[in-house]
């Protein structure tokens, strides 16, 4: 079992930044790729960003591409996404997940989840 706490949501406007983190327990963190995925309401969860197991390699949802940033600290058991630049459509909330299958967007393919973290962009 791996458990995942994310935080650092919060309510920003337009433009502004914020980082998420997303701090893992139990089973070796670096065995396990590690995304985030977001889903406003009346929608479907959506991939945002995903990194592999050392962190060398990196992928982004196009809408997202050039303003988030994924990274990850095996020795503190932590992902993070920075996002920048952020719009009203970033609104939704945030979860990150844990998967043993490299660069996969497909949510179906992630094991473990955290609780979400709720992230609201004003206009």
């Known amino acids: 079992q791996v458990q995942l706490v994310e935080s650092g949501g919060g309510l920003v406007q337009a433009g502004a930044s914020l980082r998420l983190s997303c701090a893992a327990s139990?089973?070796?963190?670096?065995?396990?790729?590690m995304g985030w995925f977001r889903q406003a309401p009346g929608n479907e969860r959506e991939f945002v960003a995903g990194?592999?197991?050392?962190?060398?390699?990196?992928y982004y949802a196009d809408s997202v591409k050039g303003r988030f940033t994924i990274s990850r600290d095996n020795a503190k058991n932590t992902v993070y996404l920075q996002m920048n630049s952020l719009k009203p459509e970033d609104t939704a909330v945030y979860y990150c997940?844990?998967?043993?299958?490299?660069?996969?967007?497909?949510?179906?393919?992630?094991?473990?989840w955290g609780q979400g973290t709720q992230v609201t962009v004003s206009s």
């Open positions: 139990g089973r070796t963190f670096s065995n396990y790729a």
């Open positions: 990194i592999s197991w050392s962190g060398g390699s990196t």
């Open positions: 997940a844990a998967t043993k299958t490299i660069g996969s967007r497909d949510y179906a393919v992630y094991d473990y």
